[in-house]
């Protein structure tokens, strides 16, 4: 495999080697008119090649990436070398922005033609029929505040695995019912009833209750604590929503009896219901669900680098390599890919199969859907910068490739808003952004353009359909760049949320979340209303009006695709209905005829099916379905038929189960416990048709968007910009404002009255002196999943003493997070990293120092000094001794100085 690796990176290399050099000698020798047959003969080669499936296959696939590379990286060429003039200023600013904008898409272009070289799925390996030659293994559902019913259909699927009952052990990992939230008086009767409910749920089907003391760390925090309390060789994760097949462990297991290094093998997460990009388009069978080219395209190129890496559930996992590092990682809050990243650096192997064994809820609303999204975003720019995959050591060149274009894609945000405002900067604030005339354009923009979009078909074939990319991001910017800054300023502070699942919508109507949208698209609006009369006063910019008015109208037209994706359908369904395939046998209650019938959807709740117009069958009877899945397995269901509509020639019917019916165990095993039906559901939607008129149902839903809403979002930015001009009459604000400039002005002051001094001393001066605690402190370690209390030795901005008895050994560097009232008496909660441990007595001094940076500096001087005035009085008033005594060596400073003289004398000797 590495020496695969190392010809494949060796052939590249020498790839990009020709292609820079072709580059060159093209841009010497081809005039303009040469230059055009170039890039669009270029393009039309790539663009037949990626309608012909036989060149999806190697080798004829890298042919196709040594192409496309020429037609970008000659577009790029000509892009640095021809139009970074500078022309003023704020013209330079502007063309910057662009620019990087560009080259953040060409850098990403370039990873994902590396990382999708040629995706592999790996075969299914048979179990062993000695079943005590099978390993044993744990399977964890986690769950925080989804409903009873969601839990206890997985948890009843999973009872009905087939693999050894005495080498299965499940458990339901209740976070919502922890002791922390029983003590509660806001959550404590909620988590009560929550905790006997799982408890009495976890009892009837025969399966264990874990619950942990406390939330902290979230999902990480709840497995750790589950692998402390568990002994499984193997560890099957099931997020609480996902429902798993009968055969998911025998799919499975097999890889990690292989390769004693295996220490993933990961499943494609499949959803039963729609997101909510496909939901607003009706009346069309096979929409693209954004997840499935993650887990079609990017996880197989992944899995041929050995990249493939954890997705938080529908996997199983090696304990023994688990514990090795500690359990689940807990820095970020996409654990799943950073102790995939952590496992894959100490030289474990991943593996994924591409065969659905899961069915799961996606989120049924933009904003839930942006919640989501964001996480991962969040996450994935976390182990960015906490790890750094291109320099991790221990990684392979293409892993570290593959992690780093996973994590990098997540900033498309900038450069797609980027995207959106150029045209306008022209328009309206007359900035020169793109110097470029209309035939160079034409030339080297346009095929380098077309060929993004015929690179992305070409990969991503049968997941993603032409422009639905650029919806993606377009719906999913603005919260990426509000979601992201954070992190950026600190990556350590970021929240894990809950995705919620399950939710109904009484009523259709656009999410708020679309409002930067409506901002964009009015922008781009006036742009365009601007292009027309600065094309009768300006007759010299012609060319430049022309381009960028059409690129506004394509800003327009995508911002409306992007508002239709925004719409909120009505859902009031408990139990989705998926398609069904196969036939089930249908007779009415105490009758003996029988007829066979078409199945058309199906789910826990009841079943449709094609009656034929003859049937003496209606609405309100009783009937009883014989039905089988693809394993042989015969099943009988009594129903109601509760719709009969007709539909050409023959009648749709459709079923309820009696009430103790519904979600039963065998509803479950016949509705999801069969994999064959995933796999073609799975293989159906992979057939993508109709894009133009999916495009055409956008745009539709966005301009009824824009005309039911507008009135609205104009209100709101009036009420918004008043409340703004309120504010700066408010006193009270300014104040407040000041107060914290005057703060801020001190601690700036004081610390380079510091650093001077230390420079003059030769010697690190401590820049914070440590004040008194005496306060009682709660640490919690997350890898242990263990609570201490302690008393507050001393305190500063750098960090906290806290002494506490141990019961347990820890090392240097371990992470930490600590809970005490500050000044304020308010309850903060610090991450702190134990820099030295001390043994005093029976107990030790952990010293902590505080993870901190700009973005929650000033919350960490709120704990330990106050804030407003008391922060100026304690950094100007409190500290003014200490500065003295440096500049006039008295008191404590020159006893520290004794001190410091006499130790340097016994170290001399």
Request: hydrophobic share 45%; net charge positive; with cysteine.
């Amino acid at each position: 495999m590495q020496d695969r690796h190392s010809k494949i990176n060796a052939s590249l290399f020498l790839f990009a080697i020709g292609i820079c050099l072709t580059i060159y000698f093209s841009e010497e020798l081809l005039n303009f008119g040469g230059q055009l047959y170039l890039g669009w003969g270029s393009f039309f080669i790539i663009y037949l090649m990626s309608k012909v499936k036989h060149f999806r296959n190697q080798p004829w696939r890298s042919i196709f990436i040594v192409l496309a590379l020429f037609v970008s990286c000659r577009y790029i060429a000509w892009r640095i070398f021809d139009t970074l003039i500078y022309t003023g200023f704020f013209d330079f600013i502007g063309m910057a922005l662009l620019f990087l904008a560009e080259l953040y898409g060409f850098t990403l272009f370039l990873l994902d033609m590396f990382v999708n070289f040629s995706p592999i799925s790996d075969d299914i390996i048979p179990l062993s029929k000695e079943e005590s030659l099978l390993p044993t293994v744990d399977i964890f559902i986690p769950t925080y505040d989804e409903s009873e019913a969601i839990v206890r259909m997985t948890v009843t699927a999973a009872t009905q695995i087939n693999y050894p009952k005495n080498k299965l052990n499940i458990y339901i990992l209740d976070d919502g019912g922890t002791h922390a939230k029983r003590r509660s008086k806001e959550s404590g009767a909620k988590a009560w009833r929550r905790h006997y409910s799982l408890r009495r749920l976890a009892k009837t089907l025969g399966v264990h209750y874990l619950t942990r003391e406390t939330n902290q760390k979230a999902k990480a925090g709840n497995i750790n604590h589950a692998l402390q309390h568990t002994r499984g060789d193997l560890i099957l994760i099931l997020d609480c929503d996902q429902v798993p097949t009968k055969d998911i462990l025998q799919n499975t297991v097999g890889q990690f009896l292989s390769d004693p290094k295996m220490f993933l093998v990961q499943t494609p997460h499949f959803f039963i219901n729609e997101t909510p990009v496909n939901n607003v388009i009706t009346g069309i069978s096979n929409r693209p669900d954004e997840s499935e080219m993650f887990y079609r395209k990017i996880q197989p190129a992944m899995n041929f680098w050995n990249a493939a890496f954890f997705c938080g559930s529908a996997a199983v996992l090696r304990r023994s390599c688990l514990m090795e590092v500690g359990g689940i990682a807990i820095k970020t809050i996409t654990e799943d890919c950073e102790t995939s990243l952590i496992l894959h650096a100490h030289g474990y192997n991943s593996s994924y199969i591409n065969k659905p064994m899961i069915c799961g809820l996606s989120p049924e609303t933009p904003s839930d859907y942006l919640t989501q999204h964001s996480r991962w975003a969040k996450g994935m720019l976390q182990v960015l910068m906490h790890y750094n995959p291109l320099f991790m050591r221990g990684l392979s060149l293409p892993q570290r490739l593959a992690y780093f274009a996973s994590s990098y894609s997540w900033l498309f945000g900038f450069a797609r808003y980027i995207f959106f405002l150029a045209p306008s900067a022209f328009l309206i604030l007359g900035l020169n952004v793109y110097a470029a005339n209309w035939h160079e354009m034409v030339d080297f923009t346009v095929p380098y353009a077309l060929s993004i979009l015929v690179v992305i078909s070409y990969f991503f074939a049968g997941s993603r359909q032409i422009f639905f990319s650029e919806i993606y991001e377009t719906v999913k910017g603005f919260r990426m760049i509000r979601e992201l800054m954070p992190v950026l300023l600190n990556p350590w502070k970021q929240k894990f949320l809950v995705t919620p699942k399950g939710k109904t919508l009484e009523k259709e109507q656009l999410s708020w979340d679309a409002f930067p949208l409506f901002v964009l698209i009015t922008i781009n609006g006036i742009s365009i209303a601007i292009a027309a009369i600065r094309w009768n006063l300006e007759p010299i910019w012609h060319e430049n009006i022309i381009i960028t008015a059409i690129w506004c109208c394509i800003n327009i037209w995508l911002g409306l695709m992007s508002l239709g994706a925004f719409w909120e359908k009505r859902q009031i369904r408990a139990y989705y209905r998926i398609s069904g395939g196969g036939t089930v046998l249908v007779k009415a209650l105490g009758s003996s005829d029988q007829v066979s019938v078409e199945v058309v959807d199906i789910s826990a709740g009841g079943i449709g099916f094609k009656l034929p117009l003859s049937t003496e069958l209606k609405a309100g009877d009783q009937v009883t379905l014989d039905a089988a899945d693809s394993y042989g397995n015969a099943y009988q269901f009594t129903a109601t038929i509760v719709r009969m509509q007709k539909e050409g020639d023959h009648f749709f019917c459709g079923t309820q189960f009696p009430p103790e019916k519904i979600a039963s165990p065998e509803a479950i095993a016949y509705v999801y416990g069969d994999s064959g039906r995933w796999q073609r559901v799975w293989d159906e939607s992979a057939e993508l048709k109709q894009s133009k008129l999916q495009l055409y149902l956008l745009t539709k839903l966005g301009l009824k968007a824009v005309r039911e809403n507008s009135a609205g979002y104009f209100t709101y930015i009036a009420k918004s910009v008043g409340k703004f001009i309120v504010m700066l009459f408010n006193p009270y604000v300014w104040f407040y404002a000041i107060t914290g400039v005057a703060s801020w002005t001190i601690y700036l002051l004081y610390l380079a009255i510091v650093y001077t001094i230390s420079l003059a001393d030769h010697q690190e001066a401590r820049k914070f002196p440590r004040l008194r605690a005496g306060e009682k402190m709660t640490i919690y370690f997350p890898k242990l999943d263990a609570t201490l209390v302690g008393w507050g030795f001393d305190i500063s901005l750098t960090g906290v003493g806290v002494k506490v008895g141990l019961p347990f050994s820890i090392h240097d560097n371990e992470l930490v997070e600590i809970s005490v009232r500050g000044v304020t008496r308010r309850e903060h909660r610090m991450d702190c990293i134990i820099r030295r441990v001390i043994k005093d007595g029976d107990e030790v001094i952990l010293g902590a120092e505080f993870i901190v940076d700009n973005s929650n500096f000033f919350k960490i001087v709120s704990f330990v000094y106050g804030q407003g005035t008391k922060m100026v009085f304690a950094l100007a008033v409190s500290n003014l001794r200490r500065i003295l005594s440096y500049l006039f060596f008295i008191g404590e400073v020159t006893d520290d100085r004794k001190q410091h003289a006499e130790l340097k004398k016994e170290i001399a000797k």
